[in-house]
């Protein structure tokens, strides 16, 4: 069984710092792509970044230049660096990972999702 454990959320105010981490842990052959999603109340869940097995990133237009995303394949942990925090930040944080468990087949997971809170 994969497990994906978040944690670094928390309450900040605007213009303020936090970083979320992200743990696979489990029967894992390697992660493969790895991703943070966010969910505000009565939104729908979007992407916030992404970053591929040999650290290429990608992110969302609202987070460019704010948040830095970084993982280390030892511990197969992402890391969310989120700089200059804005109250529209204010969502549920998920973490996603596709896997290779045995094979060339990929399985997907998701985080418990940790709760992101900026303040004005």
């Known amino acids: 069984q994969v497990q994906l454990v978040e944690s670094g959320g928390g309450l900040v105010q605007a213009g303020g710092s936090l970083r979320l981490s992200c743990a696979a842990s489990?029967?894992?052959?390697?992660?493969?792509?790895m991703a943070w999603y966010r969910q505000a109340p009565g939104k729908q869940r979007e992407q916030v970044a992404a970053?591929?097995?040999?650290?290429?990133?990608n992110y969302a237009e609202s987070v460019k230049g704010r948040f830095t995303l970084s993982r280390d394949n030892a511990k197969n942990t992402m890391y969310l660096q989120m700089n200059e925090l804005k109250p529209e930040d204010t969502a549920v944080y998920y973490c996603?990972?596709?896997?290779?468990?045995?094979?060339?087949?990929?399985?997907?997971?998701w985080g418990q999702g940790t709760q992101v809170t900026v303040s004005s």
């Open positions: 996603y990972a596709r896997v290779y468990l045995a094979g060339p087949v990929q399985y997907q997971y």
């Open positions: 489990g029967s894992i052959i390697r992660v493969n792509y």
């Open positions: 970053i591929t097995n040999d650290g290429v990133t």
